[in-house]
């Protein structure tokens, strides 16, 4: 106690002397109150990395991922929850085996190998998995697919690395069954495209044969009956004109209306015969000039997809007719290996930068949708004052069955 009253704490060293005059004690006294703080400082920061150990333990304990930390040979130092559940063992029966157990046993190797140089690279954690799907191993040794990610660190100088690990199976799962509804929705689709383009047909043939001819017969009737009307009748004369007019006004309209929903060249006598009686068509009423080109073997491709190619070309042609102020088009039809490609080019003002992004007409959306459903894809490209292009890719093997021949 010092003079003042307060206390502390000391260390005491006592010796013994014996001389003539006697046994005497000495006693060293030394001031340890900041070394007791210390102690107190030490205990204290121990019990807070006690706390600290117990809520990363508790962290990793529940969490929903598999953790596990293996050591530079490889070998299991940490095996929480999640891990017990996804591979079906406890953290007991993992601890200080080899990763390799949960792993297949064809992927054993490269995925050692690669462990091994992340740890070399010195990152701090990797994504693993990115381009191929990883897959692990149960302990009763079913497979399922996962994705990881690993990190790594040095303590006492031992480096771990650390593992977290998500199984993917509800997913992928997933995955696949939307694939295979999508592949049946556009299976659904192409049916849907054939069944229309057999309805279109069948009422284009109608008006054809039923309509035009009936017209046809109408008018010469009439014009049957003018030769009966005296010349004098003039006004019945004119009258049998106007309706003779209206009637070839009728029978082109008819004729118009029947190639627009299906032109029966198309089916008569094939894509390439098609393509011509389309170009000529528009010669004939815009005065552009055309190029077209059509590879053997693409020129007797069946249903649906010469529709489809008709169509993409039909409508782009319009387009250059309404729109381009082109004097000359051209259009090429070759196989670029197991696709068939379709480029309409003109030479009019072209389409401002962006532009395709924003083109949304019926029409261009009607064809882009088929073009899709055939598992292809419609692009279409220009600039300004130097003309538009637009290309149609479809796969050949979807057209041709696999067998890379058209039907």
């Given at each position: 106690?010092?003079?003042?009253?307060?206390?502390?704490?000391?260390?005491?060293?006592i010796?013994?002397?014996?001389?003539?005059?006697?046994?005497?004690?000495?006693?060293?006294?030394?001031?340890?109150s900041?070394r007791?703080?210390?102690?107190?400082?030490?205990?204290r920061?121990?019990?807070?990395?006690?706390?600290?150990?117990?809520?990363?333990?508790a962290i990793?304990?529940?969490?929903?991922?598999?953790i596990?930390?293996i050591d530079?040979?490889?070998?299991?130092l940490?095996?929480?929850s999640?891990?017990?559940?996804m591979?079906?063992?406890?953290?007991s029966?993992?601890?200080g085996?080899?990763l390799?157990r949960?792993?297949p046993?064809?992927?054993?190797?490269?995925h050692r190998?690669?462990?091994?140089?992340?740890?070399l690279?010195?990152?701090?954690?990797r994504?693993?998995?990115?381009q191929?799907?990883?897959v692990?191993?149960?302990?009763?040794?079913?497979e399922f697919?996962?994705?990881?990610?690993?990190s790594q660190?040095?303590?006492g100088g031992?480096?771990l690395?650390?593992v977290?690990?998500r199984?993917i199976?509800?997913?992928?799962e997933?995955?696949?069954?939307i694939?295979?509804?999508?592949?049946?929705?556009?299976a659904?689709?192409?049916?849907?495209?054939?069944?229309r383009?057999?309805e279109?047909?069948r009422?284009?043939r109608?008006?054809?044969?039923e309509l035009?001819?009936a017209?046809?017969?109408?008018?010469?009737d009439?014009?049957l009956?003018t030769?009966?009307?005296?010349?004098?009748?003039?006004?019945?004369?004119?009258?049998?004109?106007?309706?003779?007019?209206?009637?070839?006004?009728?029978?082109a309209?008819?004729?118009?209306?029947?190639a627009d929903?299906r032109?029966?060249?198309?089916d008569?006598?094939?894509?390439?015969?098609?393509?011509?009686w389309?170009?000529?068509?528009?010669?004939?009423?815009?005065?552009?000039?055309?190029?077209?080109?059509i590879?053997?073997?693409?020129?007797?491709?069946?249903?649906?997809?010469?529709?489809?190619l008709?169509?993409?070309?039909q409508?782009?042609?319009?387009?250059?007719v309404?729109?381009?102020?082109?004097t000359?088009?051209?259009?090429?039809?070759t196989?670029?290996?197991?696709?068939?490609?379709?480029?309409?080019?003109?030479d009019g003002?072209?389409?401002e930068p962006?532009?395709?992004?924003?083109?949304?007409?019926?029409g261009?959306r009607?064809?882009?949708e088929?073009?899709?459903l055939?598992?292809?894809?419609?692009?279409?490209?220009?600039?300004?004052?130097r003309?538009?292009?637009v290309?149609a890719r479809?796969?050949l093997?979807?057209a041709t069955?696999g067998?890379?021949?058209?039907?």
């Amino acid at each position: 106690m010092r003079s003042d009253g307060t206390e502390f704490p000391v260390e005491v060293t006592i010796s013994r002397t014996i001389n003539g005059h006697g046994t005497f004690l000495t006693a060293i006294l030394r001031d340890v109150s900041g070394r007791t703080a210390d102690a107190h400082e030490l205990d204290r920061a121990r019990e807070q990395l006690k706390e600290r150990e117990g809520r990363l333990e508790a962290i990793v304990q529940s969490a929903m991922d598999a953790i596990i930390t293996i050591d530079s040979e490889q070998r299991i130092l940490l095996f929480n929850s999640a891990a017990e559940k996804m591979f079906g063992l406890t953290s007991s029966q993992a601890m200080g085996t080899h990763l390799d157990r949960f792993i297949p046993q064809r992927f054993r190797d490269a995925h050692r190998r690669q462990v091994e140089r992340f740890a070399l690279t010195g990152e701090s954690s990797r994504r693993m998995g990115v381009q191929t799907a990883l897959v692990a191993q149960r302990a009763d040794g079913t497979e399922f697919p996962m994705e990881a990610s690993i990190s790594q660190t040095t303590v006492g100088g031992q480096k771990l690395l650390t593992v977290v690990l998500r199984d993917i199976t509800g997913r992928v799962e997933a995955e696949r069954q939307i694939n295979r509804a999508s592949e049946e929705l556009r299976a659904l689709s192409v049916a849907m495209l054939e069944v229309r383009e057999t309805e279109r047909t069948r009422i284009a043939r109608e008006l054809h044969d039923e309509l035009g001819q009936a017209l046809t017969a109408l008018k010469m009737d009439v014009e049957l009956l003018t030769t009966t009307i005296s010349p004098g009748r003039r006004d019945q004369l004119e009258q049998t004109a106007a309706m003779i007019g209206l009637l070839d006004a009728t029978m082109a309209t008819t004729r118009r209306i029947s190639a627009d929903l299906r032109p029966l060249v198309l089916d008569d006598l094939g894509l390439a015969a098609a393509a011509e009686w389309v170009l000529q068509s528009l010669a004939q009423r815009a005065g552009i000039d055309y190029g077209l080109a059509i590879d053997p073997a693409c020129a007797a491709l069946g249903e649906p997809f010469a529709s489809a190619l008709f169509r993409v070309m039909q409508e782009s042609l319009t387009n250059v007719v309404r729109h381009a102020g082109a004097t000359r088009v051209d259009v090429r039809l070759t196989r670029s290996g197991d696709e068939a490609l379709l480029i309409i080019q003109d030479d009019g003002i072209g389409i401002e930068p962006g532009a395709p992004a924003k083109v949304g007409s019926f029409g261009l959306r009607g064809i882009q949708e088929r073009v899709l459903l055939l598992g292809g894809k419609l692009s279409i490209a220009g600039k300004p004052n130097r003309g538009t292009t637009v290309s149609a890719r479809i796969p050949l093997a979807a057209a041709t069955g696999g067998s890379g021949k058209p039907r």
